[in-house]
């Protein structure tokens, strides 16, 4: 998640790129009109106190998540094995691609990339 007028929105969204690359499966929204920093703006920004309410639903549902796995294994199918525990290869090629999708001033647009 990250503001559309964030000075590190390119690096925010080559690294969501990067983490989809690498099989780990994840969500990324940008808010257009958002700056750097807006979780703390939520009571003055309308789109700001939005994307805090999103936040907190991808929070609510991984530990949902977490809490009814059976093992770690499935909770984190990711993280290094007890045969690496270095945490050298992690990940798979399997990545389906990613996708952005830019929300706000009532305008919705996605970005999709095969992996």
Do not use: C, Y
Not at 1 to 11: I, N, V
Not at 36 to 61: M, N, R
């Amino acid at each position: 998640m990250s503001g559309g007028m964030d000075l590190l929105l390119d690096d925010a969204v080559d690294f969501h790129i990067r983490l989809r690359r690498s099989g780990v499966p994840g969500r990324f929204k940008i808010f257009r009109t958002l700056p750097h920093g807006f979780f703390g703006l939520d009571q003055l920004l309308p789109e700001a106190h939005e994307a805090t309410k999103v936040a907190v639903s991808w929070i609510q549902s991984a530990l949902f998540r977490m809490r009814t796995s059976p093992t770690r294994e499935q909770q984190h199918p990711f993280s290094p094995s007890s045969e690496d525990a270095s945490g050298a290869n992690i990940g798979n090629s399997g990545s389906s691609g990613h996708k952005v999708s830019f929300e706000g001033d009532s305008k919705e647009a996605s970005k999709e990339e095969g992996g």
